[in-house]
């Protein structure tokens, strides 16, 4: 594979991430089972690390129980502002009524 190229396993979670619509979120693990993969949440932090492509709303996506994972930090902060222009609200870097705000795709 060239270092360039991305693995197709971060493919499959991008393309999930694209589904949430805006004000919704997933959670890593969320996105991890339905790629077929359900105990690779930490792995679909490592393909949003690296992820590359705007197209993909990689704020969308926060730690179980609606937490920001990078807590006070300048990417914390980055991660709160971009949710709250998508209509997501956060207090003590935390999803407001994260389940209701929890996407559930249809099938």
Known sequence: M???EEPSEYQSY???VRQIPAASVLTYGDVAALAGRPRSARR??????ALKDPSVPWWRVVASGGVLSRGDTAAGRRHAAQLR???VAVRGGRVVD????RFVPAN
Not at 44 to 49: E, F, P, Q, R
Not at 98 to 101: C, D, L
């Open 2 to 4: 060239n270092p360039t």
């Open 14 to 16: 991008y393309a999930i």
């Open 44 to 49: 679909v932090g490592y393909a949003l690390s």
């Open 85 to 87: 222009r998508d209509g």
């Open 98 to 101: 994260f389940a209701q705000r």
